[in-house]
Structure formats: C-alpha cells, structure tokens
C-alpha cells in the first residue's frame, strides 16, 4: 500500500509539517466560518504569496526549473492555512497559535502526538528498530 510506504520513509521534517497540518485542521475545525469572503481571501493571499515563494525558490525566477508537484502544492497551501487560521481566530484571545482554552491545546498536542506514534509505528513495522532510529 503506497500510503503505508510514504509514512514508513516519512522524514523528521515532513512529519513536522504534517503535525503543522493537524494542528491547523483542528482549530480550522473548531472555529470554522462559512464565511466565503474569509476563504476567497485566503486563496487570493495563497495565490499571491504562493506565487512569491515559487519565484523565490527557483533559480532564474523558474525559468527551466522544475519542482514536485507537492512542493508546489505546500509553496501555495502555507500561506492559505497561515491567512484563514488568522482569520479564523482573530479576537478570540490566542497567543501566537495557542488557544486561551488549554484544553483545546492539549486536544491539538495529543493528536499531533497520536500521528507521530502512528507514523513511529509504521516504520516500526516496515523497517524494524534500526531503520526507525536512522531516520
């Protein structure tokens, strides 16, 4: 199973972004808005920074320059996720991207926590205690 195999090489540092994710998904969860005025914003923003980041990133602006297409993806979903949980959350007393309900803190850290043992025990499984210490 290809998923099985992606999270069984997962590096240390894509594993951070998907922690970055979950934690994301659950305050978007928790505080969503329909409001499609705070979403079509974000993707105006995402677009324009997504655009940015491409540029910055590539050599002589792009010009022969090829990324992968989840590189491309997470250049433009960043700035979508940083715009909308800034909207989401404005006035509701955050500090950074700490909820003042340390519960809900807890709950975002747990599942953050949860995916690392999955993504633990998937290498685990895959690779045994040696390939699991290397990466």
Same mark, same amino acid.
């Given at each position: 199973?290809?998923?099985?195999?992606?999270?069984?090489?997962? /590096?240390?540092?894509?594993?951070?972004?998907?922690?970055y994710?979950?934690w994301?998904?659950?305050?978007?969860? %928790?505080?969503?808005?329909?409001? %499609?005025?705070?979403?079509?914003?974000?993707?105006?923003?995402?677009?324009?920074?997504?655009?940015?980041l491409?540029?910055g990133?590539? /050599?002589?602006?792009?010009?022969?320059?090829?990324?992968? %297409?989840?590189?491309?993806?997470?250049?433009?979903?960043?700035?979508?996720?940083?715009?909308?949980?800034?909207?989401?959350?404005?006035?509701r007393?955050?500090?950074l991207?700490?909820? /003042?309900?340390?519960?809900?803190?807890?709950?975002?850290?747990?599942? @953050?926590?949860?995916? @690392?043992?999955?993504?633990?025990?998937?290498?685990?499984?895959?690779?045994?205690?040696?390939?699991?210490? %290397?990466?």
């Amino acid at each position: 199973m290809a998923a099985m195999r992606y999270f069984a090489t997962l /590096p240390a540092g894509k594993l951070i972004l998907w922690c970055y994710l979950v934690w994301y998904l659950f305050f978007a969860g %928790r505080y969503f808005d329909p409001n %499609r005025n705070l979403w079509l914003t974000s993707l105006g923003i995402s677009g324009v920074i997504g655009v940015a980041l491409f540029i910055g990133t590539a /050599p002589d602006g792009g010009a022969g320059f090829k990324l992968g %297409r989840w590189q491309v993806f997470r250049l433009f979903l960043t700035p979508f996720c940083v715009s909308s949980f800034s909207a989401l959350v404005k006035g509701r007393g955050f500090f950074l991207i700490f909820s /003042p309900r340390m519960a809900e803190n807890y709950v975002a850290l747990g599942l @953050c926590a949860a995916f @690392c043992a999955f993504v633990a025990g998937v290498k685990l499984s895959r690779g045994g205690r040696r390939k699991f210490i %290397r990466d």
